[in-house]
T-cell receptor, first 114, second 110 residues
């Protein structure tokens, strides 16, 4: 079984530039999560999807962040424009049931904003 | 008060010793509890889950849950240098959202 696939692995951009991250969940996992992990901290939820519906986006900074999950499979997280404080690892995870049995994380995208 | 709290460490133990990692949580109605291991530069990996009070053992790992005290722990017996990592406690709420602690860094010295 293929795991959660994320790309790119690393991204370095200048502030005020846009950036996008892509995630392909494990086949059959209807729930998809985007988390952000700052250095030395635990992951923090940005948005959770049930199929194609965003059911929890309360922590997503909507002025600059957007996400979509077309057809309830792949998902894209976008930041526009990026700020220095957005430097972090962006983790995608998926689960078969709504997190009841834990998540499987992808390898993450390490974003550096300079 | 943070929703999930862990000692940030680092916790240093000699090889072969028992490592004890602790976690407290604030939401009394939490239903599910997880321990993730995260090696430096890698993503979190689920190693233990526990849903009811008591102990759950899996190899060298034992998770302990006390809902009355809102306390979760992870014991690692016969610690190995390969166990050196950050251990994240995660608590699931009724909506299926996992809330993570800040992690405890464990260092096992040969």
């Amino acid at each position: 079984e293929a795991g959660v696939v994320q790309s790119p692995r690393y991204k370095i951009i200048e502030k005020k530039q846009p950036v996008a991250f892509w995630c392909n969940p494990i086949s059959g996992h209807n729930t998809l999560y985007w988390y952000r992990q700052n250095l030395g901290q635990g992951p923090e939820l940005l948005i959770r999807y049930e199929n194609e519906e965003a059911v929890d986006d309360s922590q997503l900074p909507k002025d600059r962040f957007s996400a979509e999950r077309l057809k309830g499979v792949d998902s894209t997280l976008k930041i526009q424009p990026a700020e220095l404080g957005d430097s972090a690892v962006y983790l995608c995870a998926s689960s078969f049931l709504t997190g009841s049995y834990g998540y499987t994380f992808g390898s993450g995208t390490r974003l550096t904003v300079v | 008060q943070k929703e999930v709290e862990q000692n940030s460490g680092p916790l240093s133990v000699p090889e072969g010793a028992i490592a004890s990692l602790n976690c407290t949580y604030s939401d009394r109605v939490s239903q599910s509890f997880f321990w993730y291991r995260q090696y430096s530069g890698k993503s979190p990996e689920l190693i233990m889950s526990i849903y009811s009070n008591g102990d759950k053992e899996d190899g060298r790992f034992t998770a302990q849950l006390n809902k009355a005290s809102q306390y979760v722990s992870l014991l690692i017996r016969d610690s190995q240098p390969s166990d050196s990592a950050t251990y994240l406690c995660a608590v699931g709420n009724q909506g299926g959202k996992l809330i993570f602690g800040q992690g405890t860094e464990l260092s096992v010295k040969p």
